[in-house]
């Protein structure tokens, strides 16, 4: 699966932005979709992630601000984000997760999109 995320940008605090990632190639094997988040000399962090059957999950610190989303066809991602906060400044990259048997599994990732809050 090949993955093209966009929308970045640079807001204030408060503001909105929605990112999106579209998806290439076979999503047959996909059992999970998700954002992440890295800043300079930290690990890249889980954001938020859907399975193939809609549930959701959240990082703490996001909870109640971000909400992800999957167009029908589940060919496009996206990560609305509300009420930014300077912490939420990262680089964010979108993931897929394909499944291809019990223990057998293989990431894909987008190239990122940097997302900046200005206080």
């Known amino acids: 699966v090949q993955l093209q995320a966009s929308g970045g940008g640079m807001v204030q605090a408060g503001g909105s932005l929605r990112l999106s990632c579209a998806a290439e190639g076979s999503m047959r094997s996909v059992s999970s979709m998700g954002w992440w988040r890295q800043t300079p000399g930290k690990e890249r962090e889980l954001v938020a992630s859907i399975t193939t059957s809609g549930i959701t999950n959240y990082a703490e610190p996001v909870k109640g601000r971000f909400t992800i989303s999957t167009n029908n066809a589940k060919r496009t991602m996206f990560l609305q984000m509300n009420s930014l906060k300077s912490e939420d400044t990262a680089v964010y990259y979108c993931?897929?997760?394909?499944?291809?048997?019990?223990?057998?599994?293989?990431?894909?990732w987008g190239q990122g999109t940097l997302v900046t809050v200005s206080s």
């Open positions: 993931h897929v997760e394909e499944r291809f048997g019990p223990d057998t599994y293989e990431d894909s």
